[in-house]
């Protein structure tokens, strides 16, 4: 092995990342029952929502991303100021014990659109799983109903490629790109999700279906001044307070257009965070109460208020609307309605089913689920866990005793039994049917979905495993902080104690490759791959070094071996894939794999690229000028995409000079390079172009810049081919 490098940015993109942040203390069940009790109310009726001539009433609902319910006046929070959603509770009904059924986002989105848990519409995470064409979403449902509908969400994981856009007449998820390497999910700021929702709605006639999605507060925490001096050393607070302030413009313009009075508001969160809590910095990995307690608020023009404690659910959204809006509920819902409940009824006594399962699809740990029962919640695991959260709202009495898990057991394994259907669970299909049956017929696509380990021992417990993870992303800060000889220790130190930390392995071959030692970075992460061969972060990272290293027979080989979930719908190794084919001369398999990969998100510029670049390719190698042509499109689109995307001016500067344009060839390789000036290839095209035209000087300075940059790595027939150009540019 080489020596301590430092560390780069971890490559790959992990389920919810974990990042720094202060310690919290669990949640007190105080604050929660003495909220309960703080009001009141009448039973009374709870009509559907008045029509105005034969306009239905609209729906708005907001879902802010990792949002704390204890974070929030109107339940009990003191540490920020929330304004606009205290206001809006004011006017409706505050649901305080109500939980997501799910701890990352895609899940939960799913539960709350659909009315159904993961036992039926089987996403269990954000990376593995896409929704089905085939179920009927509450915007679909709306939509037969003559409602107008638009979503507008702030983040990657809610992107159009992940399922929910079906019933949306809009789906904007313009929040723009979302790289390979960031670590981070690529998102928009909730004043700009909220901007674009109101031009929606600016003039649009009753009735209406809006969701709005704010992903502020999730990681990593920074809000806009003034909050963040304001909540200096608190940025998880401050996002929460920014995001109140973002939701007060659209609810206010709601009032002031006077479409208030008929437009039934809820608001939820898909998840908690836990800040600390029981050891887990983010969210995915525990289902504790920092993360499965989420507010939900109801709020009925024309309708009581006050707090109510019945134990609820996100499944319950979806039949609720249904009552308030005086629309049949479809059948197939697993959820109750709330109606009773804000009538001052109780509903009929039932578990909610829960899960945490992104450590087991993503990294082959323990699965975790669980129910809650009254007061009742029990977690399963290789260590499984029993609380009364009517007394212990923070967990931290376990009361798992042995003379109890076999009822506990007895009672999650009626609960999936019941709640499952036969079409649960299926591995979900994405792309076109005329993309996939091209795939099929190369032998890209197959019925297997990797092996996964069935039997699970305490070492296999999240709780066990998520403290080596924990100094996994340690390291990182290490790295950020300039140590990066500390963080390559500490790796392998972690690697040490547990071979199966995958975090561990794409992290120090990160080491390996910033310091230049591709070969041992590769060498690392085929030990990973070895000892975690269904571990997709792994395969991934090994594949974009591959590609770095230009070993793209083994990228072939590799993919064509693999048998993991993720592969089917997934761009970025697809376009992997395309590159790998088309550099070593299988133009076929390379348009395929470049289809497939535009057909997961047609919105990618790299594979529009690439495309591009292989339709030029084959030009030049057969004469097509058709393929020439349909070269400009896929840069274009790009550029349209993407406009500081170096490449795509790069690539239509080819394209320009292969149609024997020089001038527009120069034009774009010009702003190729504004965007990246390091580029080699830009540099040298550029500089034979205006030789070319005649520009000596200016073609002189940029070759010889490319001669100090690349000099060392090209061979001595370049090196001849670049000095006579040198020499023709001094003429």
């Known amino acids: 092995m080489a020596g301590d490098r430092a560390l780069a940015d971890i490559p790959g993109r992990a389920g919810p990342p974990i990042m720094n942040s202060e310690k919290r203390h669990p949640i007190a069940a105080a604050g929660l029952l003495a909220l309960a009790l703080a009001t009141a109310v009448r039973a009374e009726s ?65 539960d709350i659109l659909l009315g159904v848990t993961p036992l039926v519409h089987g996403v269990h995470d954000n990376a593995n799983f896409t929704v089905g064409p085939d179920f009927p979403t509450l915007a679909g449902f709306l939509k037969k109903e003559g409602y107008a509908t638009a979503a507008f969400v702030g983040a990657y994981p809610l992107d159009s490629r992940f399922g929910l856009t079906s019933g949306f007449d809009v789906y904007d998820d313009d929040y723009g790109r979302q790289r390979f390497e960031d ?136 039949p609720t609307v249904c009552d308030l809006l005086d629309l049949d509920k479809p059948a197939f819902l697993q959820g109750a309605s709330l109606v009773p409940v804000l009538e001052g009824k109780e509903l009929p006594r039932r578990a909610l089913y829960f899960e945490s399962l992104y450590p087991f699809y993503s990294r082959g740990w323990a699965p975790l689920t669980g129910y809650i029962d009254g007061d009742e ?24 005793e042995p003379g109890r898990l076999g009822e506990c057991r007895k009672r999650l394994a009626d609960l999936v039994r019941t709640q499952s259907r036969p079409q649960s669970n299926r591995r979900p299909e994405v792309g076109d049917r005329q993309t996939r049956e091209k795939l099929k017929s190369l032998g890209y696509i197959s019925g297997s979905s990797g092996t996964r380990k069935t039997g699970f021992t305490p070492a296999d417990d999240v709780k066990t495993l998520l403290p080596f993870h924990n100094r996994a992303m340690e390291a990182q800060d290490l790295f950020r902080k300039g140590d990066g000889a500390g963080a390559a220790g500490l790796l392998r130190e972690i690697l040490t104690e547990r071979d199966d930390i995958d975090v561990a392995y794409t992290g120090l071959a990160a080491v390996y490759k910033a310091q230049g030692g591709l070969g041992d970075a590769l060498d690392v992460l085929k030990l990973g791959r070895d000892r975690l061969p269904d571990n997709y972060e792994i395969f991934l990272t090994q594949t974009s070094y591959l590609i770095a290293a230009g070993r793209y027979a083994e990228v072939i080989r590799g993919f064509e071996a693999a048998s993991l979930l993720r592969l089917e719908h997934d761009p970025e190794i697809w376009n992997d894939l395309g590159i790998a084919y088309s550099r070593t001369g299988k133009f076929a398999e390379a348009e395929a794999a470049f289809e497939k990969a535009l057909s997961l998100d047609r919105d990618h510029p790299a594979a529009l690229t690439n495309q591009g670049i292989l339709f030029l390719s084959r030009s030049s190698t057969t004469g097509d000028r058709n393929l020439l042509g349909k070269s400009f499109p896929c840069f274009e689109r790009a550029l349209a995409i993407d406009p500081r995307y170096a490449p795509a001016q790069g690539g239509l500067g080819a394209a320009f000079r292969q149609k024997g344009d020089v001038k527009s060839a120069v034009s774009s390789w010009e702003k190729a390079l504004a965007l990246d000036p390091a580029s080699g290839h830009t540099l040298y095209n550029l500089g034979v172009a205006y030789l070319e035209l005649g520009e000596k000087t200016k073609a002189r300075t940029l070759l010889l810049k490319y001669q100090s940059r690349a000099g060392a790595s090209l061979s001595p027939e370049e090196k001849a081919k670049l000095e006579a150009l040198i020499r023709k540019s001094g003429d």
């Open 46 to 110: 709870i009509a559907p929502i008045p029509k105005t001539g034969k306009a239905r009433a609209n729906l708005l609902l907001v879902t802010i991303d990792t949002l704390r319910a204890d974070r929030l006046g109107c339940y009990g929070g003191t540490r920020v100021q929330t304004p606009a959603i205290d206001a809006l509770a004011g006017k409706g009904f505050v649901f305080t014990r109500a939980f997501a059924q799910a701890t990352t986002t895609l899940p939960s989105h799913a």
């Open 183 to 318: 670590m981070t999910y690529v998102e928009r700021k909730a004043a700009d999700v909220v901007g674009r929702a109101l031009a929606w709605l600016k003039g649009r006639a009753s009735p209406w279906f809006l969701w709005v999605h704010l992903f502020d507060p999730h990681a990593p925490y920074d809000p806009p001044e003034p909050f963040k001096s304001e909540y200096k050393g608190r940025p998880y607070d401050g996002e929460v307070a920014y995001t109140d302030q973002s939701l007060g413009m659209l609810l206010g313009e709601l009032e002031r257009d006077g479409v208030a009075g008929r437009t039934l508001v809820i608001l939820t969160s898909d998840h908690g965070e836990s800040l600390g809590d029981h050891g887990e910095s983010s969210h995915g990995f525990f289902a504790y109460n920092s993360t499965l307690w989420v507010p939900l608020i109801v709020s009925v023009p024309g309708a009581g208020t006050g707090p109510k404690s019945q134990l609820v659910g996100h499944i319950d959204i979806f």
């Open 377 to 400: 919640k029990f977690i399963e695991s290789p260590i499984p866990e029993l609380y009364n959260i009517g007394g212990d709202f923070g967990e931290l009495d376990n009361r798992a």
